[in-house]
């Protein structure tokens, strides 16, 4: 059975940082592309940023570009999303996915930018 399983959100004042992290487990994770995605009440999921499975490839959203990273451990079977400068506009629940032929989605972490 596949999981992935988010951790790493809360709350955070405009400006802070905040990792979060997602392990994966019951896939080959090294053959998973792996994103980040965000969703806030009423709006669409919407993609954060893409690493590919050799993690030299990334792709990011235009509003989170030189502030957030991707990066991914295959050794641990986890993907990582750095989030520097935070906004609260960047205020969402944040979800991890992997995708290779069939796609997984983990359960999502809350991200919460307010003073």
């Known amino acids: 059975q596949v999981q992935l399983v988010e951790s790493g959100g809360g709350l955070i004042q405009p400006g802070g940082s905040l990792r979060l992290s997602c392990a994966a487990s019951?896939?080959?994770?090294?053959?998973?592309?792996m994103s980040w995605y965000r969703q806030v009440p009423g709006k669409e999921r919407e993609l954060v940023a893409r690493?590919?499975?050799?993690?030299?490839?990334?792709n990011y959203a235009d509003s989170v570009k030189g502030r957030f990273t991707i990066s991914r451990d295959n050794a641990k079977n986890t993907v990582y999303l750095q989030m520097n400068s935070l906004k609260p506009e960047d205020t969402a629940v944040y979800y991890c996915?992997?995708?290779?032929?069939?796609?997984?989605w983990g359960q999502g972490t809350q991200v919460t930018v307010s003073s």
């Open positions: 996915q992997a995708r290779w032929f069939s796609t997984y």
């Open positions: 019951g896939l080959t994770f090294s053959r998973y592309a």
């Open positions: 690493m590919a499975t050799a993690g030299n490839s990334t």
